[in-house]
């Protein structure tokens, strides 16, 4: 199985700053990485898949980037919506796996 | 617009089996895969496996094989995942998700559904 891991697993950011979370998979995954957002009782939600490619109607603050086994994800300036969960995962190969998740709170 | 609806949440006693359904709307269902993916209390998200309602085929994670049974009924543009032998460990949220096959995300998904398992 390929494993996700994810970093830093928990994040102190005020509104305004510009934060990146990083993924390393343990093989290539050929950019079949995917960033999905996470609050409270909700739902996952997608916000970039296949590396960079904006899900639509995700803001453009949100950017994803990487290649090979490193990816991140990367919000240019917080907005008090953003404080959540975020968490990487991998469609290159069944079985899919995701990273064990960033909690993005405010400082 | 896309929706997935998830059934109910339910409490099961350990041994026992648990269906959980999601029934789909606003898009040609036989396009898409269906995945299922759970959460337990405060963790984090795990795979378990998905269904081709084109074809029926299915694919599960090892640590469910055996225990697992994913389907789909065409007819009510609905998926199903059975989970027999509970333990107490498989208390979790568990979520249906659209899938795009062939390396695509799981992009759109169920509300969830949590399952107790508990004497």
């Known amino acids: 199985d390929i494993q996700m891991t994810q970093s830093p697993s928990s994040l102190s950011a005020s509104v305004g700053d510009r934060v990146t979370i990083t993924c390393r998979a343990s093989?290539?995954?050929?950019?079949?990485v995917n960033w999905y957002q996470q609050k409270p009782g909700k739902a996952p939600e997608l916000l970039i898949y296949t590396t960079s490619n904006l899900q639509s109607g995700v803001p453009s603050r949100f950017s994803g980037g990487g290649s090979g086994t490193d990816f991140t994800l990367t919000i240019s300036s917080l907005q008090p919506e953003d404080f959540a969960t975020y968490f990487c995962h991998q469609s290159d190969s069944t079985p899919r796996t995701f990273g064990g998740g960033t909690r993005l709170d405010i400082k | 617009q896309i929706e997935l609806v998830q059934s109910a949440p339910e409490v099961k006693k350990p041994g026992a089996s648990v269906n959980v359904s999601c029934k789909t709307s606003g898009y040609t269902f036989s396009y898409y895969g269906i995945s299922w993916v759970r959460q337990a209390p405060g963790q984090g998200l795990e795979w378990m496996g998905w269904?081709?309602?084109?074809?029926?085929?299915?694919a599960y994670a090892q640590e469910f094989q055996g225990r697992v049974t994913m389907t789909t009924d065409p007819s009510t543009r609905s998926a199903y995942m059975e989970l027999r032998g509970l333990k107490s460990g498989d208390t979790a949220v568990y979520y249906c998700?659209?899938?795009?096959?062939?390396?695509?995300?799981?992009?759109?998904w169920g509300q969830g559904t949590l399952v107790t398992v508990s004497s």
């Open positions: 269904i081709n309602p084109f074809n029926g085929d299915t």
């Open positions: 998700a659209r899938v795009t096959l062939v390396r695509g995300p799981e992009s759109f």
């Open positions: 093989q290539s995954v050929d950019n079949y």
